[in-house]
């Protein structure tokens, strides 16, 4: 396969991906404004922009600004319509792989992207972006060969939603104030009622945020968005750099007999890793899972901001390596602020 189809089909992946992490992120952001009205807002939208990467000289922005410049800003490259408008131009770069279903949905969702739009729709706003890339997420899921084109789109969506969950839960610290409850970004996820579950009644803090980081059976927590990319590694390359197919959600995984830390888990953590290099992606990865798995939950709530952003800079590593590895001719579409 062509290494600028390889690519394409990568960051595809992932700036879908972030156009829907991003209306989630700006979803809780409002929430948060809206349950701590005495919070200084100014403050709360500089550290916002700071976990999605913007640097702007403004500190008297309101949450409205902040949204406006994260959601319908064409030249921000952290926005949603710039990621759609990315998703869509790596789509037609690709386009001999992926199916016409699916460049229609992208053309539909980067031309009816508002270029501006009133502060009481803005959460409307959000869940069309969030319904319509899940369109876009699913006709990919169900027209798409299992083969390598198919590898690197599930790579690329995996490493950008575990990064993209950790910004969420980054901004669980955005004021000085309780911030954003944890029922409020479980719901953001879709995962309250699944965290209800789960843990067969009310979460606690510590429940909500383990879910949220290492739950693997979640599809949008960290450690499942990491095994969704170990896996595609591992088919891309099954004796090299990846990890063997059968990380996501396979036998053994948690929330079954072996539970947290038990031979189930031991054995999928050693056949995700088997064969791997230091430095490869599979490496990386399985280096932040390590590191988040076997520490306590008490310690990643009290150091919460800086636990993410070294989950974003495993990400980033992955996908440079990634890059190096699968296409390292071409450059890198990146983060403001992230390492090329």
């Not at 700006?26 to 200084?40: F, S």
């Not at 770069?93 to 803005?122: F, G, K, Y």
């Not at 063997?244 to 396979?250: D, H, L, M, N, S």
Request: hydrophobic content about 40%.
């Amino acid at each position: 396969m062509l290494s600028r189809v390889a690519e394409s089909l990568f960051w595809m992946g992932r700036y879908m991906e972030r156009a829907d992490g991003t209306a989630r992120i700006l979803d809780v952001h409002l929430q948060l404004m809206l349950e701590a009205p005495a919070a200084d807002e100014g403050a709360a939208c500089q550290s916002l922009l700071a976990i999605m990467g913007v640097s702007h000289p403004d500190r008297g922005l309101r949450a409205a600004d902040v949204a406006n410049l994260l959601a319908v800003d064409p030249l921000e490259p952290s926005s949603i319509a710039y990621s759609l408008r990315a998703a869509r131009e790596n789509g037609r770069r690709a386009r001999e792989i992926i199916s016409t279903e699916l460049w229609e949905c992208l053309n539909t969702l980067n031309q009816n992207m508002p270029s501006e739009v009133p502060e009481d729709r803005h959460h409307a706003l959000f869940a069309w972006v969030r319904e319509r890339s899940a369109m876009a997420a699913g006709i990919g899921y169900t027209t798409m060969i299992r083969d390598e084109p198919y590898q690197f789109f599930m790579l690329g969506q995996g490493l950008e939603r575990a990064d993209m969950t950790a910004r969420l839960l980054a901004t669980r610290e955005l004021t000085d104030t309780a911030g954003a409850s944890w029922t409020t970004i479980l719901r953001s996820c879709g995962g309250y009622e699944a965290c209800l579950r789960s843990r067969r009644g009310l979460p606690t803090k510590e429940d909500a945020a383990e879910f949220l980081l290492l739950d693997t059976f979640f599809p949008r927590s960290i450690q499942f968005a990491f095994n969704r990319a170990l896996t595609a590694l591992g088919e891309l390359e099954p004796n090299g750099a990846g990890a063997r197919p059968g990380g996501e959600a396979g036998p053994g995984a948690t929330g079954g007999p072996g539970g947290p830390g038990g031979p189930g888990r031991r054995r999928q953590s050693q056949r995700l890793t088997r064969g791997v290099r230091h430095g490869d992606p599979a490496w990386i990865l399985g280096q932040a899972i390590s590191q988040l798995r076997y520490q306590p939950i008490d310690e990643i709530l009290a150091d919460l901001p800086d636990q993410m952003d070294r989950v974003q800079q495993a990400t980033s590593a992955a996908s440079e390596a990634v890059r190096q590895r699968y296409f390292p001719v071409l450059a890198a579409p990146a983060w403001v602020g992230e390492e090329a």
